[in-house]
Nanobody
Framework: QAQLEESGGGLVQPGGSLRLSCAASGSIFSIGTMGWYRQAPGKERELVATITSNGSTNYADSVKGRFTISRDNAKNTVYLQMNSLKPEDTAVYYC???????????????????WGQGTQVTVSS
């Protein structure tokens, strides 16, 4: 019914910047909260940042002041601008979104949580 497609990962030196993008596509009625999570080798997946449909944001303490989450509702896309990157930011970054579906005007709205396939971010000199 839908998919999330991420882009923008790569290799960057410490102190550098990267911008991740995640576009939702498919038969989507509306999109709720969107977010980014990350998983480093040997560690559990953790929240990086989220943004609600009206633009309220939430950040992990480890990225506050360095990362900025934003969204373009017209393009069904969420972004993560990452500045002042550190080696400990190295991880696979996953996009997450609450997608709502409604097959007809008489049908109830159904919420499903979707994940992207992940994009590798490596911070190393």
């Amino acid at each position: 019914q839908a998919q999330l497609e991420e882009s923008g990962g790569g290799l960057v030196q410490p102190g550098g910047s990267l911008r991740l993008s995640c576009a939702a596509s498919g038969s989507i009625f509306s999109i709720g909260t969107m977010g980014w999570y990350r998983q480093a080798p040997g560690k559990e997946r953790e929240l990086v940042a989220t943004i609600t449909s009206n633009g309220s944001t939430n950040y992990a303490d480890s990225v506050k002041g360095r990362f900025t989450i934003s969204r373009d509702n017209a393009k069904n896309t969420v972004y993560l601008q990452m500045n002042s990157l550190k080696p400990e930011d190295t991880a696979v970054y996953y996009c997450n979104a609450d997608l709502f579906f409604k097959s007809s005007s008489y049908s109830p709205m159904v919420k499903r949580v979707y994940w992207g396939q992940g994009t590798q971010v490596t911070v190393s000199s």
